[in-house]
């Protein structure tokens, strides 16, 4: 009966906040370990904390701090190849 009842009451209906679920997935820190292999753990750190300090993206936080261009990060830091590479072709 618990399991229908949440089924009924908070499962049924509930659709993926798809936005948000994007925003989270790029704001995420963890995604620098992608930099490590091409620019060095240091410089991939120190990405990772100026994003955290200055509540940047790691995106601008890589640009800002000119350890790569805005071209290497769009190849490099790629969530679905972390997660799952040989799917990718």
Known sequence: ???ISFANNCVTG?????EQI???LNDSL???TALNTHIGYEKAAKIAHSAFENNL???QA??????VSEEQFDEWVVPVKM???K???
């Open 30 to 32: 963890m995604l620098v």
């Open 83 to 85: 997660i799952s590479p």
């Open 62 to 67: 890589a640009l800002n701090l000119g350890y």
């Open 87 to 89: 799917s990718i072709s």
């Open 14 to 18: 509930i659709e993926p906040n798809r």
């Open 57 to 59: 993206s790691l995106k």
């Open 1 to 3: 009966d618990a399991c």
């Open 22 to 24: 994007h925003k989270n």
